[in-house]
């Protein structure tokens, strides 16, 4: 997707469709981009990471369906559907898919507005 600006709406239909669960994969699509926010949508098969990161934006991530195991510092904890986490500018961050999920990702951009 290319970037839009931050007075352009973006409408981001059939994501189930174009981001199967696949055995033993991950899938992504970025469905905002603009200097604002981003906003990710993932699927992960059970066993699938996300490696440890930092992201110098502040995030928060919805678990839609499914189980994560999360390490966010030296913290880790098991998420399930319904569950959201706020995780503060800088802060180091991995997923692991226990069971097959799918989860949003927005990441916040102030300050580059």
């Known amino acids: ?53 930092d992201e110098p934006d502040a995030e928060v991530i919805t678990l839609l369906d499914g189980e994560l195991e999360m390490t966010v510092g030296e913290r880790t904890s098991t998420a399930v559907a319904g569950d959201v986490i706020y995780l503060a500018p800088g802060e180091r961050q991995g997923w692991v898919a226990t069971r097959p999920s799918r989860l949003q990702q927005i990441i916040v951009s102030p300050g580059r507005v």
């Not at 973006?10 to 926010?37: E, I, Y």
Request: charged fraction near 15%; glycine fraction near 6%.
């Open 1 to 53: 997707m290319e970037a839009t600006p931050v007075g352009q709406s973006v409408t981001s239909l059939g994501l189930a469709a174009a981001l199967p669960l696949l055995t033993k994969s991950t899938l992504s699509r970025v469905v905002v981009d603009n200097p604002a926010v981003r906003v990710i949508c993932f699927t992960l098969d059970a066993g699938q990471s996300i490696d440890p990161h």
